[in-house]
């Protein structure tokens, strides 16, 4: 059971960034699978959630600027980031949990991935 992060990189500030998290091992589509990014010296803040019946939520730091989605014909999540913000640098990290409640807390969370480093930088 694996999650895989891909697609951080280095982004201007008011650019965007596609992060994708690939599952091995069991079916994405049927658990809450979150987005959650962590900056030095920071607590783990969850940025947004989607159930297995793609109801999402988004905290107000990413509310209209991320997007998340699921492909469960590739076994992965999305997040569209746009309108990136210096403040959005930080390692971002997927996770899934059990149920069907999507919540960007992260306890509850017991499979993570090891994350993508994301930096917005002029």
């Known amino acids: 059971v694996q999650l895989v992060e891909s697609g951080g990189g280095l982004a201007q500030p008011g650019g965007s960034l596609r992060l994708s998290c690939v599952a091995s091992?069991?079916?994405?589509?049927?658990?809450?699978i979150g987005w959650f990014r962590q900056a030095p010296g920071k607590e783990r803040e969850g940025v947004a959630c989607?159930?297995?019946?793609?109801?999402?939520y988004y905290p107000d730091s990413a509310k209209g600027r991320f997007t998340i989605a699921r492909d469960n014909a590739a076994n992965s999540v999305y997040l569209q980031m746009s309108s990136l913000k210096p403040e959005d640098s930080a390692v971002y990290y997927c996770a899934g949990r059990p149920g069907n409640v999507a919540t960007a807390n992260a306890s509850g969370y017991g499979i993570w991935g090891q994350g993508t480093q994301v930096t917005v930088s002029s």
């Open positions: 091992g069991f079916r994405m589509g049927l658990y809450p």
């Open positions: 989607i159930s297995s019946d793609e109801l999402t």
